[in-house]
């Protein structure tokens, strides 16, 4: 738990597992990219992670560290293979950095079978500090994801990550050009459970007969929300894109 | 630091130590001495870019200063907006890579729906969006009514645009209210679909694409292709430095090189100017890997950056992975 003693500068991250029988994942940071002003100019970096499946702490990404003018790289195989079964979840990655350089994190995921290869940013948060204010009445906690095309051969699925000890509900709406506003409703997600929502399931059948890309979703939920809108495709079963969801303009 | 970083606790806190601007490294006790340097949070964040890049502390801003902060796209002072300018505090100008070729064709989706805490709140607005060629040259420029809740859509295959187009849309609105505000674009082969989303109007001077090429990779399935665009009025030079993860010469610059003879450090540069607004689609594997490869042994990481800029003058990058045999493309943006 962070708490007063720890550094400041300690950053999570959160990211998608996916099956570990299916999928090898890659992680390298280069810092140094940003090592300019206003930022600072030489910094330390360490990250390292856990891996949750079904709310559990499943295995621990073990930390390596660079500097600004290194790049590093975690090890998620060996951890990975080590549990000797296929494993997918979500993680969680600690970033303790000094220097006042900001990193951006991409993971790789490549398909063992054929190596097609997806890549996307982790998702930022702010570890164990809930600011209820903010995430509530400056809608922190709401997110969106605009259009759904390609329906015919693309399966959209939402991916929701709760890295707290709290359980998270979060509502979940849809908007049609034609049709309106539909309101799915409540979906649980347990503490350190990630829960993945697959458009086919929730969107009105009708909508899905129309084949109109013109639609978008709204998730709320009662805290900081991680959310990736995860693209599968329907022929191959191979994820194919994960981007995040985004926050509403406020201002 | 411990191999076993906690994880999150539940707790309440407003602490003066922790981190509120990720990006720009300010904790509240930071941002509470630069407030009384600066006295505002606009001057505040133009000295500090505190909250100007990726604007996910904005709602912090607000909930501690109780000033509203500066759009990170609301720049009506800027010259430097092209041909779409954002002439209201609020309003935003996004800019995304776009392509209509025997590759990929491309669907735009922006929403404006209103979040469920707002209740029955007008959005409407109108939306206005221009089409720019690889030459920064506006081609098509649209306005359209979009009511609340609607969900906009432009779909390249549905339009009689010079093919293969490489360029640029770039998506105004201009809502004085609360509401989605995203760009996201969809590009589609056929066969599968791969989508991401703009940033704004603004690019990333300095990043790292961190896919490993070697030449197990290069003769693989996959082949790696680069959009980069110009979202801004002035011409850019983009450097594309390949460089050894093994020793290469990451940020360092580079000594003079001969024609075929592997560099002493092991990296090497390839160089493209854009003009304003432009944008230039790039087969990276063929282009840069391939004869990189010839001169440096790899796994080799690419850096692209343009020196001696920032974010409202960089070009930005989107990058695409195409599996030939499956027929399938992966994107995201650096």
């Not at chain 1, 930390?63 to 060996?78: A, M």
């Not at chain 1, 006042?100 to 997806?118: A, C, D, N, Q």
């Not at chain 1, 982790?122 to 009445?137: K, N, R, V």
């Not at chain 1, 929701?160 to 409703?185: Q, S």
């Amino acid at each position: 738990m962070t708490d007063e003693t720890a550094p400041s500068a300690r950053i999570h991250y959160g990211c998608l597992i996916p099956s570990v029988a299916d999928y090898f994942t890659q992680l390298m940071i280069f810092p140094g990219s940003n090592a300019r002003k206003p930022w600072g100019l030489h910094g330390a970096f360490t990250l390292g992670g856990t891996v949750f499946t079904k709310g559990n702490p499943e295995t621990v990404i073990a930390t390596r560290s660079c500097t600004e003018e290194e790049h590093l790289k975690l090890d998620f195989e060996t951890p990975l293979k080590a549990l000797g079964k296929d494993a997918s979840g979500f993680g969680v990655l600690a970033l303790d950095s000094a220097g006042g350089i900001p990193v951006e994190i991409y993971l790789s995921h490549i398909h063992r079978k054929t190596g097609v290869y997806f890549a996307y940013p982790a998702l930022m948060f702010m570890g164990d500090l809930l600011y209820p204010h903010a995430h509530i009445e400056r809608l922190e906690n709401s997110m969106f994801w605009p259009g759904f095309p390609a329906w015919e051969d693309t399966e959209f699925k939402l991916v929701m990550m709760n890295p707290f000890d709290l359980p998270m509900a979060a509502e979940i709406t849809l908007w049609n050009n034609r049709e309106g506003k539909h309101h799915v409703g409540v979906r649980r997600v347990s503490p350190r459970e990630c829960l993945w929502v697959s458009m086919d399931e929730i969107m009105p059948a009708a909508w899905q007969v129309q084949n109109d890309p013109a639609c978008s979703l709204g998730v709320t939920a009662q805290f900081k929300l991680l959310a990736y809108m995860v693209m599968i495709n329907r022929r191959t079963g191979i994820i194919t894109s994960a981007d995040h969801l985004h926050p509403y303009q406020l201002f | 630091m411990t191999d076993s970083p906690p994880v999150s606790t539940v707790a309440t806190a407003d602490r003066h130590t922790s981190t509120v601007c990720f990006c720009f490294r300010k904790s509240l006790a930071d941002l509470r001495a630069d407030y009384t340097t600066y006295g505002s949070l606009a001057r505040m964040q133009d000295a500090t870019r505190v909250g100007m890049q990726c604007g996910g502390c904005r709602a912090l801003l607000h909930h501690h200063f109780g000033e509203t902060p500066v759009e990170i796209s609301d720049l009506s002072h800027d010259d430097q907006r092209g041909a779409t300018v954002c002439v209201k505090p609020g309003n935003r100008v996004m800019k995304c890579f776009i392509a209509s070729s025997s590759l990929l064709e491309s669907r735009a989706f922006s929403s404006n729906a209103v979040p469920l805490q707002l209740g029955e709140c007008d959005s409407s607005m109108t939306a206005e969006f221009t089409l720019y060629n690889h030459l920064g040259k506006p081609i098509m420029t649209r306005r359209q009514p979009l009511a609340t809740g609607e969900t906009f859509s432009f779909d390249t295959a549905m339009e009689r645009l010079p093919r293969p187009f490489y360029g640029m849309i770039a998506y105004r609105l201009e809502r004085k209210n609360y509401g989605a505000s995203r760009l996201n674009v969809a590009w589609h082969s056929g066969d599968s679909m791969t989508s991401t989303h703009e940033n704004f109007s603004t690019g990333r001077p300095d990043v790292v694409l961190p896919v490993p090429v070697d030449d197990v990779f290069l003769n693989g399935p996959n082949d790696i292709y680069l959009a980069v665009q110009n979202p801004h009025s002035k011409p850019r030079e983009i450097v594309f430095r390949l460089f050894q993860l093994s020793g290469g010469n990451i940020y360092e610059d580079l000594a003079p090189t001969v024609a075929g003879v592997p560099p002493k450090d092991g990296a090497l540069e390839f160089r493209r100017v854009l003009p304003p607004l432009g944008t230039d689609w790039i087969h990276a594997s063929r282009e840069f890997y391939t004869p990189a490869l010839k001169l440096l042994k790899g796994p080799l990481a690419l850096r692209i950056y343009t020196p001696g800029v920032d974010i409202h003058q960089a070009p930005s990058t989107y990058f695409f992975l195409h599996h030939r045999e499956q027929n399938i493309w992966s994107s995201n943006h650096l």
